[in-house]
């Protein structure tokens, strides 16, 4: 199973700056890009040098049933077509 984490919070709690710093450790330490899940539609504007740069690859999800997206994605897949949302036209493919 992959390694996975989360940051919830309220909205202006500086969650997306924190996997900015998250992010670039790991991949100064391990040289792993960090995968990044966006859930409510907010983005990831604080991570825009880090997405430019491969440091993250970023990925929005949509609400309507995010279960099995969370279950296959903490399994170690990852959309083959990062730009898809639709559920039922995604690939999923295992990563590292």
């Known amino acids: 199973m992959a390694r996975s984490g989360i ?28 995968k990044l899940l966006s859930m409510d539609g907010g983005g990831w504007e604080p991570c825009a040098p880090e997405v430019t740069a491969g440091v ?8 309507v049933n995010p279960l099995p997206m969370l279950r296959k ?3 170690g897949y990852w959309p083959e077509d990062p730009t898809q949302t639709a559920a039922e036209k995604l690939n999923m493919i295992p990563i590292n």
């Open 56 to 63: 993250i690859d970023p990925y929005r999800c949509t609400m």
């Open 73 to 75: 994605l903490s399994q």
């Open 7 to 34: 940051i919830y919070g309220d909205s202006g709690s500086y969650k997306t700056t924190a996997v900015k710093h998250f992010a670039r450790y790991i991949y100064e330490t391990t040289g792993k890009r960090t």
